[in-house]
């Protein structure tokens, strides 16, 4: 009988670079080897490259689908099912993991738990077919780079699901973000208009990040 990585879940990344897709793949090589993942290498934004993606799941037929940034790693061999267990278990729709910057970070240093949260950052996000396959990215955004996550997790708030943090931690590689002023405003004033005050209070600060950052990243 299939394992349920080979039976209910699908990964998968889009990305318009290479670099960091050896990191990926070693890491599911090493820990998951029956988990499908599917990668799509294209220029563009995004939300549709997500959006691309979103159908790609969509023409398969398993249920958890599974969102991951090009630059993150595995560090273990249950991430997935205990992802599965925790959205199942708790009724969220959608469920992240905690993530590290520190290459040297041993997992059980910290008595992580499940936890609600109001979003998830995009670097892992598993959703429930059944219950918001049918939610787009928001391929009206502003900057097709902006706020992607963020107004995807409030699309399924707002439609009445919830989202929770998964105790499972992946290697996220470090990288300085230069914040654009003029792209921040007109993204939050389309957010503003579009969701009002329910997006802004609920894609605060997560303690989602684990471990230390290393002193050359400082």
Not at 129 to 147: E, Q
Not at 179 to 188: C, H, M, P, R, V
């Amino acid at each position: 009988m299939p394992d349920i990585l080979e039976r209910d879940i699908v990964m998968g990344t889009f990305t318009h670079r290479t670099q960091y897709l050896p990191g990926l793949l070693d890491s599911v090589k090493q820990y998951l080897p029956e988990a499908p993942l599917i990668i799509k290498v294209n220029e563009g934004g995004i939300n549709k490259n997500m959006e691309m993606l979103r159908q790609d799941f969509l023409c398969t037929d398993k249920r958890f689908w599974v969102f991951l940034d090009d630059d993150i790693r595995f560090m273990d061999s249950d991430i997935l099912k205990v992802a599965v267990h925790n959205l199942v278990t708790h009724k969220v729709a959608m469920i992240g993991v905690y993530s590290t910057f520190d290459p040297e970070y041993k997992l059980g240093s910290d008595s992580l738990t499940f936890n609600e949260v109001p979003w998830t950052p995009g670097y892992f996000m598993m959703v429930d077919r059944n219950l918001v396959g049918n939610i787009k990215p928001d391929l009206n955004l502003p900057d097709a780079n902006t706020s992607v996550d963020t107004s995807y997790c409030i699309s399924i708030r707002h439609a009445g699901f919830k989202i929770g943090i998964s105790p499972s931690v992946v290697y996220h590689t470090y990288k300085r973000v230069l914040f654009n002023q003029d792209i921040g405003e007109k993204t939050n004033e389309y957010l503003k208009a579009k969701w009002g005050d329910f997006y802004f209070n609920n894609t605060g600060r997560l303690a989602n990040i684990v471990g230390s950052i290393p002193k050359e990243y400082e």
